[in-house]
């Protein structure tokens, strides 16, 4: 069975200092991973996706993420934060041939001045 | 180009009561795929629609039932409701034929509330 790991509930970073988020998957084939942000009271927009190929991957806002297979790892990483980019960020595995998404537990993101 | 829209966008009901929540999917996509995500969690799959029949579910009761129009848009049902079932609950749309290829794109979901 698929399940996602994101061993840490809250990340406080200044405002222009680099972040790394981690998410770590559990999956017997390869995975499809997802990176999810989600601002209070709204639904969840995605910032970016790893199917094959290259395994570091650009998303939207200036995030990227690198798929490393043998830590079973997909990490999210911003080299500048910005006080906007505070929030939920949940990292999610999906399955070929379905589109049913296992989630993690999320990350909140506190940025503080 | 409307997104993925739902409604209600806050519900209340009492325990034992019936709801239902209503979603519309992207202006293109055929499935819809519904999410429950209760407080401090991640959301957690409940089942898809696909040509009007459920294609997928997750390790739901019953109690959750759901439906698809021939215009794409769906109903998530939930009958003799309990406390736990209090969460927002989240509609994505996609691409049917895609798989996982096709990015599932996130309603703001509802607010279900249960005294």
């Known amino acids: 069975a698929q399940s996602v790991t994101q061993p840490d509930i809250h990340i406080t970073v200044s405002e222009g200092a680099s972040l790394e988020l981690r998410c770590n998957y559990s999956?017997?084939?390869?995975?499809?991973l997802f990176w999810y942000v989600q601002s209070p009271g709204q639904g969840l927009q995605l910032l970016l996706k790893?199917?094959?190929?290259?395994?570091l991957v650009q998303g939207i806002k200036g995030f990227e993420a690198e798929f490393k297979r043998s830590q079973s790892s997909f990490n999210l990483r911003k080299p500048s934060v910005h006080w906007s980019d505070a929030a939920e960020y949940f990292c999610?595995?999906?399955?070929?041939?379905?589109?049913?998404?296992?989630f993690g537990t999320g990350t909140r993101l506190l940025v503080s001045p | 180009d409307a997104g993925v829209t739902q409604s209600p966008t806050h519900l209340i009901k009492t325990r034992g009561q019936q709801v239902t929540l209503r979603c519309s999917p992207k202006?293109?996509?055929?499935?819809v795929s519904w999410y429950q995500q209760a407080l401090g969690q991640g959301p957690q799959f409940i089942f898809q629609?696909?040509?009007?029949?459920?294609?997928q579910r997750g390790n739901f009761p019953d109690r959750f039932s759901g439906h698809q129009f021939p215009n794409y848009s769906s109903e998530l049902n939930v009958n003799a409701l309990l406390l736990g079932d209090s969460a927002l609950y989240l509609c994505?749309?996609?691409?049917?034929?895609?798989?996982?290829?096709?990015?599932?794109?996130f309603g703001d979901g509802t607010r279900l509330s249960i005294l």
């Open positions: 994505a749309s996609s691409l049917g034929r895609g798989g996982i290829n096709q990015p599932q794109h």
């Open positions: 999956y017997g084939a390869t995975p499809y």
């Open positions: 629609y696909y040509e009007e029949e459920e294609r």
């Open positions: 790893y199917f094959s190929g290259d395994t």
């Open positions: 999610a595995v999906g399955a070929f041939g379905f589109q049913k998404l296992v």
């Open positions: 202006s293109g996509h055929d499935t």
